[in-house]
């Protein structure tokens, strides 16, 4: 739930490093030119074909917003 830029953000960038220092992240334009094309393609067509097959479709909405604030305090 967080756009392609996330992977820019310095502390985003420093927590993965404390998980998996071995680990590379990939930028933002090889996100979405390179590694998610095609699985997304994979999810559309199966959706797709699901849709196809099915007799009945039912749609439902949530248009509640919480104005809640989160506060996250870190060490």
Do not use: H
């Given at each position: 739930?967080?756009?392609?830029?996330?992977?820019?953000?310095?502390?985003?960038?420093?927590?993965l490093e404390e998980f998996d220092p071995a680990y590379k992240l990939?930028?933002?334009k090889t996100l979405s030119n390179i590694l998610l094309p095609e699985p997304?393609?994979?999810v559309v067509?199966?959706?797709?074909?699901?849709?196809?097959n099915s007799e009945y479709l039912t749609i439902t909405t949530?248009?509640?917003?919480?104005t809640a604030v989160v506060k996250v305090i870190w060490p």
């Open positions: 739930m967080q756009p392609f830029t996330i992977v820019e953000d310095e502390g985003f960038r420093e927590l990939p930028s933002r997304y393609d994979e067509q199966k959706v797709k074909n699901l849709l196809k949530d248009t509640w917003t919480s």
